[in-house]
């Protein structure tokens, strides 16, 4: 089998007496099926534009060169003194999710203690800033002490912490 056919993906679908398959690279099939199911059942396509959801490999893509796969599972590597604390915990819970999606951990959420670890944040102020990030919906109690990250959250991280980490790195490689 060559590396083309590996790639494809095969789906068939039924909806009443309408029938379809399709065949292709999986972004390609699951648009197709999308829309197959939008025209089936309109609502559905309606309520499809309000999901929102994370690309996992677009994210690993977003995060290269900030985060990284070492034996010892992710890490950050960025300067910790270039994030404020919403931020710095915001990286290390998408550090946490990412490690759980791509299989290299056992949990997507952390310990407020391991928070405070990672971050290298006072106690109180990681308390507070997480008591904070709860309430407009960025992160997720889940458990007693323990935190996850959520999909607004890793969207907000992304439209707004990941230009200014990297705009940064830009100037520098520019200058020299």
Avoid at 23 to 42: C, H, M, N, S
């Amino acid at each position: 089998m060559n590396s083309s056919e590996e790639e494809k993906l095969e789906v068939s679908v039924k909806y009443g007496q309408l029938e379809s398959h399709f065949t292709g690279p999986i972004d390609e099939v699951l648009r197709a099926v999308i829309g197959f199911l939008g025209k089936v059942y309109p609502t559905y396509d309606l309520a499809s534009r309000l999901v929102m959801t994370v690309d996992v490999k677009k994210l690993t893509e977003d995060l290269e060169g900030i985060i990284a796969i070492t034996e010892e599972g992710l890490v950050s590597t960025i300067p910790s003194g270039l994030l404020s604390d919403k931020e710095a915990i915001r990286l290390q819970l998408i550090k946490a999710y990412l490690g759980y999606r791509l299989a290299r951990q056992d949990k997507e959420t952390m310990s407020l203690g391991d928070i405070i670890t990672e971050t290298r944040g006072k106690p109180g102020a990681v308390a507070g800033r997480l008591s904070e990030m709860v309430s407009d919906g960025l992160v997720m109690r889940a458990g007693k002490g323990e935190y996850r990250i959520t999909t607004l959250g890793i969207k907000d991280f992304c439209d707004t912490v990941l230009p200014k980490i990297k705009s940064p790195a830009k100037e520098e490689k520019n200058i020299g």
